[in-house]
C-alpha cells in the first residue's frame, strides 16, 4: 500500500504546477484538462473550466504527487490549513532552493535553521495555502 498526496486547487492548479516545478526542479508525468474529458450526455464542461486541470502528476524524485482543480459546482474550503501538510526530506541545498521559491509569495511558518533532527528544518505555506514542512537530511 502507498499514501499519495493529492492537492486540489480554486482554478489556479497550472499556476501551482509552475511554481512546484521551480520549486523542486522537477517535470510533470501527465496533466489533463476538463476540455480533454470524452463527451458524456447530460455533461457538459462550462467553457471557464476547460483549461482546468482535472489531474495532474508531479514527480517527487522517486514518487510523485497529483493535484487538479476543483470541478465545476464544487468548492475549497479554507484557503491556509494545518491540517495536513506535505514533509519534504531532502539534501540542504534543495531544501533551501525549494522553501525559498514557495517563500516568495507564501507565508514562513517556521524559518530554515539547524534543529536537533535536522541540520535545515523549516514551514512554509505556499501562495495557495498549501504547508511544506521541510526537513534537510546531511
Known amino acids: 500500500m502507498k499514501i ?11 499556476e501551482a504546477i509552475a ?10 508525468i501527465q496533466v489533463m484538462t476538463f476540455g480533454e474529458l470524452p463527451p458524456s450526455p447530460g455533461h457538459s464542461i462550462p467553457p471557464e473550466f476547460k483549461d482546468r486541470i482535472l489531474q495532474a502528476t508531479l514527480r517527487f524524485g522517486d514518487d ?6 476543483c470541478g465545476p459546482g464544487m468548492d475549497l ?4 490549513s494545518e491540517r495536513i501538510s506535505l514533509a519534504i526530506e531532502a539534501d540542504t541545498e534543495i531544501v ?7 517563500a516568495e509569495e507564501g507565508r514562513i511558518g ?4 539547524e534543529t536537533f533532527y535536522s541540520p ?3 514551514v512554509v505555506f505556499d501562495r ?9 537530511q546531511k
Open 4 to 14: 499519495r498526496p493529492y492537492l486540489t486547487f480554486q482554478g489556479n492548479c497550472a
Open 128 to 136: 495557495y495555502g498549501v504547508m511544506w514542512n521541510f526537513v534537510g
Open 110 to 113: 517556521m524559518p530554515l535553521a
Open 96 to 102: 533551501r532552493h525549494a522553501f525559498g521559491v514557495l
Open 77 to 80: 474550503n479554507a484557503p491556509e
Open 19 to 28: 511554481l512546484y516545478k521551480r520549486a523542486f526542479r522537477t517535470d510533470t
Open 120 to 122: 535545515c528544518a523549516g
Open 64 to 69: 510523485f504527487i497529483r493535484l487538479s482543480d
